[in-house]
Nanobody, 127 residues
Framework: QVQLVESGGGLVQAGGSLRLSCSVSERTTSVYRVAWFRQDPGKEREFVGSIHSTWNTTDYADSVLGRFTISRDNAKNTVYLQMNGLKPEDTAVYFC????????????????????WGQGTQVTVSS
């Protein structure tokens, strides 16, 4: 059972930066992909970005492209989400997710692809 623990959330002013961390209980290469999602109350959980565990490739939602960066430190079994140029609309609970599914009939941007989730960390951006 893979366990994920997020940290690094908080309150920041618009234009500021935060770095979220996702500590993975196993080697990050033991899962196929790690992603970040976010959710505002009353809204659907939305894809933010992901990193492939083998190829180390990343992809991002259009809303964060150019502002957010995902990276990982295999020695620490940790995946990071660096968030720059934060906007009030980035306010949400941010979740780390991981998938051990080798195949999936759908897109990796769907939350259905992920079978492990962290508890979430709150990010609040003030205007």
């Amino acid at each position: 059972q893979v366990q994920l623990v997020e940290s690094g959330g908080g309150l920041v002013q618009a234009g500021g930066s935060l770095r979220l961390s996702c500590s993975v209980s196993e080697r990050t290469t033991s899962v196929y992909r790690v992603a970040w999602f976010r959710q505002d109350p009353g809204k659907e959980r939305e894809f933010v970005g992901s990193i492939h565990s083998t190829w180390n490739t990343t992809d991002y939602a259009d809303s964060v492209l150019g502002r957010f960066t995902i990276s990982r430190d295999n020695a620490k079994n940790t995946v990071y989400l660096q968030m720059n140029g934060l906007k009030p609309e980035d306010t949400a609970v941010y979740f780390c997710a991981a998938s051990s599914k080798p195949m999936f009939d759908g897109t990796h941007r769907s939350r259905l692809y992920y079978n492990y989730w962290g508890q979430g960390t709150q990010v609040t951006v003030s205007s």
